[in-house]
């Protein structure tokens, strides 16, 4: 049995995810983590809110609350709408808990102790409607790269470049919108990263079987122009990580917080503590997933995370646990994905364009956004949704291919036999064809899930699904009756096993459906299936089912016009 730690990007606070969020990091994440555990490996599949910094500041003072009230919300919404969808995490946890202050505030520590921490005096933009300094997430302008007017002080949303502040063109604050400002010195903590680039670099060239997606934006910091640079690991502001070097104060930082982008990876493993102490473990208990020194160096650690993360996962937290010096587990295999964009344009949770999480969940159940999402997902180059692909793939994938073969066995099962696998027959030479198309499809679907091929896993349990109806289309078992009731019986008997091994290998995409199957199946059984010839006896001669209901309704046209319409705006 192998053990596998998986974490997707964890989600900021400032509001509900939209669907290229989720398909971007969460839903590969849980699709994988349901591989493995129906391949009876032991995993931990771990994720968070993300809930300090400028992003929560912002949203909880545009919803008048205090910032740490707003992330207790925000935080229950969050976890209410990922269990909706179906993301199984072991823990769900918060990089504002204590564990993750602790955890961060010690790796400072070891960093300083290291000389990898260098204080910096700089200058940084203050605003004087605002009284305070101004992080660069803070303030807006118009990028001078693309000229997007809405672009932040450390990266334009809408062409990816990295900024600082001082190169938007006519900056202003985004808390009030005031353009006087001046620029004043202020000390910060930088992680010395260019001193570790050799080591990251090597570290990185040992990973052969990285996307190259991951591995292009990685090298691109470590290589173009001056290299890669020193990071500001602290803030100006009030709600975050207080700095200190372990339990001690940092003369200087008085009132300063770690920066976002320093506190959050490290909630990955804070995120296990909390586990840990949720559940009544001990620190053995999540150390032997991250601590090599305690039992991880068997483990096998995945990330999943969208392309703007790259960076961040590649470099900054690398640098963090490599310069530490302590035996913490690094990752294995980091997958990251392009962006989904939505009906022509971008999906933007800033400017409430596409659709949210919740507003999916009002409109269908998880499994037909899972399934076209996944099926969709955004590897090799960015995707589209639009409402026209999503019926046309939600009816021709779900309703006709999947529902319809387990409407029209059940049923006819149902008329002719009774609501029990019938008797008699054996499996003949058209059987046999289709196990061994099977067996071959299944062995390849498994290597496609092992790879993170989401497309082509989804893919090739479609052909999958499409096996099974082509078989019931030619071996016909409402004309075969006619003839020789015992090989019909036995055709059906075949069909009733091919729903328990469809709801097998289908339930890291689509779980409600899969889970339906087996209650009409009236089984339990979900060992995965080794070998196809024995998985398609599991339910023997007289074991009893029931008909469910239609597992996916079809997508009328007046249904996709309707939403189009909804969702050509933006959210309020």
């Known amino acids: 049995m192998a053990r596998i730690l998986i974490t997707s990007a964890i989600p900021y606070i400032n509001g509900i995810k939209h669907l290229g969020n989720l398909i971007g990091s969460q839903l590969p994440a849980d699709l994988y983590a349901r591989y493995q555990r129906g391949r009876g490996n032991e995993v931990m599949f771990l994720c968070a809110t993300d809930e300090h910094g400028t992003p929560a500041e912002l949203a909880a003072a545009k919803a008048g609350k205090p910032v740490a009230e707003y992330c207790a919300d925000m935080y229950a919404v969050q976890a209410d709408i990922a269990k909706r969808f179906g993301l199984s995490f072991d823990h769900f946890g918060r990089s504002s808990s204590d564990q993750n202050r602790k955890l961060t505030q010690h790796f400072a520590g070891k960093l300083d102790e290291a000389g990898l921490i260098r204080e910096v005096s700089e200058k940084q933009v203050y605003s004087n409607a605002d009284g305070r300094f101004l992080p660069d997430r803070y303030i807006e302008g118009t990028c001078p790269n693309c000229g997007y007017d809405r672009a932040r002080g450390d990266q334009c949303e809408n062409c990816t470049k990295q900024l600082d502040p001082t190169d938007l063109i006519e900056p202003r604050s985004a808390i009030s919108g005031s353009t006087d400002l001046e620029v004043r010195e202020t000390k910060h903590l930088y992680l010395r990263q260019s001193a570790m680039k050799d080591q990251l670099d090597a570290w990185i060239d040992s990973k052969t079987d990285w996307p190259i997606l991951t591995t292009s934006i990685a090298k691109k910091w470590l290589h173009d122009g001056d290299g890669l640079q020193d990071r500001g690991i602290t803030r100006d502001l009030d709600w975050g990580v207080p700095v200190k070097k372990g339990d001690q104060d940092w003369p200087g930082m008085e009132g300063k917080v ?95 364009r596409g659709v949210f999480m919740d507003q999916a969940l009002d409109i269908l159940p998880a499994d037909y956004w899972r399934w076209w999402l996944l099926s969709h997902a955004p590897e090799s180059s960015d995707s589209e949704f639009t409402w026209e692909n999503f019926q046309q793939s939600v009816n021709k994938d779900l309703a006709d291919v999947l529902g319809n073969f387990v409407s029209r066995i059940t049923k006819f099962c149902r008329s002719k036999f009774g609501e029990a696998a019938p008797e008699g027959g054996a499996y003949g030479e058209r059987e046999q064809t289709l196990i061994a198309e099977l067996t071959r499809r299944v062995r390849a679907y498994e290597g496609h899930m092992e790879a993170m091929e989401v497309r082509k896993s989804a893919q090739e349990l479609r052909a999958i699904w499409v096996a099974g109806n082509e078989y019931l289309q030619a071996a016909a078992p409402w004309s075969t009756i006619k003839e020789d009731p015992t090989q019909a019986a036995a055709q059906v008997r075949l069909g009733l096993n091919l729903i328990r091994l469809y709801a097998v290998l289908s339930a890291p995409f689509i779980p409600d459906a899969s889970a339906k199957m087996l209650s009409a199946m009236n089984t339990l059984d979900t060992s995965w299936p080794e070998d196809i010839d024995a998985a398609l006896r599991a339910l023997p001669a007289g074991h009893e089912f029931s008909v469910p209901d239609v597992l996916f309704a079809k997508i009328t046209d007046e249904q996709r016009e309707d939403w189009q319409n909804r969702f050509a705006g933006t959210r309020e």
């Open 258 to 352: 770690f920066y976002v982008w320093f506190d959050a990876p490290i909630e990955y493993i804070a995120c296990a503590k909390e586990w840990a102490d949720a559940n009544g473990e001990s620190d053995a208990d999540w150390e032997r997933w991250w601590r090599t020194d305690k039992g991880a160096e068997d483990v096998r650690y995945v990330q999943f995370m969208g392309k703007d993360n790259v960076p961040f996962h590649t470099l900054s937290f690398p640098a963090t646990i490599l310069g530490s010096g302590e035996p913490w587990k690094m990752v294995d295999h980091l997958k990251s994905f392009n962006y989904l964009n939505y009906d022509g344009g971008q999906f933007s949770t800033s400017q409430g």
